[in-house]
């Protein structure tokens, strides 16, 4: 897939089908979208092409109000990528560029630099200044302009009536819900960063961990223990993950640290890897010494076993592993 960083970099087009939108997390909402963007552009045997926006809008007109993304640039460009788009329009969102009129917008980017034959969006889709073009805007504008707006409807949870949305995934998210998370997703939830040395303790009790630096990572689900896996350099590894500040020891920066089932041999520092969470396991808690930790350890990998489908790892013994730390 291309990526056009602005208007400058797009090369001569005879034609394009586009769709519009931040495309965080790229839940169900947004592949529907995406894909019937790709089967309309291949109907018409022209160019796929996602336009979205960085900085995230809500940075630039209310910083106060800003969350950390559920995806960073490069997940949303990687996902843009693995549902068929051709191309990517990244456009710096600015104050200037926000006070073009809805018709100002299309007629610049959709008509005189795209080449839209058609525009592909969800039926809460807004552009313009003050987000004051909308789906009846687009079908008049596309009628002058001479390119079909088509509106996709209907983009709901088929069990709840819910509509498929960021805000949703995030609601699930906040409470360790990941089961709900994927589902709207389509796809577990993940993370995505570097492996960072932490305080060894893992390593000293029998379980290493993988700690990942959480600077612009994502959200991170509500403090816990997880299931689900590590994939690092392509290979996809079983993993209880642990979210939270590690009460028993008396933590204050909250870590996500994923230990690999039966891996003691993992060097994985200075590593980009991802971690995608499957099942919610228990709560954070504090215990009252390293016999009962260490029990719950060894469950917790147990039940992360089972709940993947995989072989029950063998218990480690921490006094040899430890020194090997």
Same mark, same amino acid.
């Given at each position: 897939?291309?990526?056009?960083?602005?208007?400058?970099?797009?090369?001569?087009?005879?034609?394009?089908?586009?769709?519009?939108?931040?495309?965080?997390?790229?839940?169900?909402?947004?592949?529907?979208?995406?894909?019937?963007?790709?089967? !309309?552009?291949?109907?018409?045997?022209?160019?796929?092409?996602?336009?979205?926006?960085?900085?995230?809008?809500?940075?630039?007109?209310?910083?106060?109000?800003?969350?950390?993304?559920?995806?960073?640039?490069?997940?949303?460009?990687?996902? !843009?990528?693995?549902?068929?788009?051709?191309?990517?329009?990244?456009?710096?969102?600015?104050?200037?560029?926000?006070?073009?009129?809805?018709?100002?917008?299309?007629?610049?980017?959709?008509?005189?630099?795209?080449?839209?034959?058609?525009?592909?969006?969800?039926?809460?889709?807004?552009?313009?200044?003050?987000?004051?073009?909308?789906?009846?805007?687009?079908?008049?504008?596309?009628?002058?302009?001479?390119?079909?707006?088509?509106?996709?409807?209907?983009?709901?949870?088929?069990?709840?009536?819910?509509?498929?949305?960021?805000?949703?995934?995030?609601?699930?998210?906040?409470?360790?819900?990941?089961?709900?998370?994927?589902?709207?997703?389509?796809?577990?939830?993940?993370?995505?960063?570097?492996?960072?040395?932490?305080?060894?303790?893992?390593?000293?009790?029998?379980?290493?961990?993988?700690?990942?630096?959480?600077?612009?990572?994502?959200?991170?689900?509500?403090?816990?223990?997880?299931?689900?896996?590590?994939?690092?350099?392509?290979?996809?590894?079983?993993?209880?993950?642990?979210?939270?500040?590690?009460?028993?020891?008396?933590?204050?920066?909250?870590?996500?640290?994923?230990?690999?089932?039966?891996?003691?041999?993992?060097?994985?520092?200075?590593?980009?890897?991802?971690?995608?969470?499957?099942?919610?396991?228990?709560?954070?808690?504090?215990?009252?010494?390293?016999?009962? !930790?260490?029990?719950?350890?060894?469950?917790?990998?147990?039940?992360?076993?089972?709940?993947?489908?995989?072989?029950?790892?063998?218990?480690?013994?921490?006094?040899?592993?430890?020194?090997?730390?």
């Amino acid at each position: 897939m291309q990526v056009w960083h602005g208007p400058e970099e797009v090369p001569p087009l005879t034609g394009s089908v586009v769709t519009l939108g931040m495309f965080a997390g790229m839940h169900r909402g947004h592949q529907a979208v995406v894909s019937r963007t790709r089967e !309309l552009a291949h109907r018409l045997g022209v160019p796929a092409v996602a336009m979205t926006f960085t900085p995230h809008p809500l940075l630039v007109h209310h910083p106060e109000r800003y969350h950390i993304q559920l995806t960073s640039l490069g997940q949303r460009l990687a996902a !843009l990528e693995s549902f068929g788009m051709d191309a990517t329009l990244l456009v710096t969102y600015t104050l200037p560029f926000s006070r073009l009129s809805p018709e100002q917008f299309v007629t610049e980017y959709f008509v005189d630099l795209l080449h839209a034959r058609a525009v592909v969006v969800g039926e809460d889709a807004r552009f313009g200044a003050g987000n004051s073009g909308d789906e009846h805007t687009l079908r008049e504008l596309g009628r002058h302009h001479g390119f079909e707006a088509v509106v996709l409807r209907d983009l709901l949870d088929p069990e709840t009536g819910r509509r498929w949305s960021s805000t949703w995934v995030r609601e699930a998210l906040a409470g360790g819900d990941v089961a709900t998370a994927a589902r709207v997703l389509g796809r577990p939830h993940l993370v995505r960063g570097e492996v960072v040395h932490g305080a060894r303790r893992g390593r000293q009790l029998g379980y290493p961990t993988a700690n990942l630096d959480t600077d612009d990572i994502g959200v991170v689900p509500a403090d816990g223990v997880y299931a689900g896996w590590l994939t690092d350099g392509g290979v996809r590894y079983p993993a209880a993950i642990s979210v939270g500040t590690n009460p028993t020891f008396d933590g204050e920066k909250r870590s996500v640290e994923a230990h690999v089932l039966g891996r003691h041999d993992l060097d994985l520092y200075d590593h980009v890897v991802t971690v995608e969470f499957t099942h919610w396991i228990r709560p954070m808690l504090t215990f009252g010494g390293i016999e009962p !930790l260490l029990m719950q350890m060894a469950d917790d990998v147990q039940r992360t076993a089972d709940l993947l489908g995989v072989p029950h790892p063998a218990v480690p013994h921490p006094a040899r592993t430890a020194d090997r730390a």
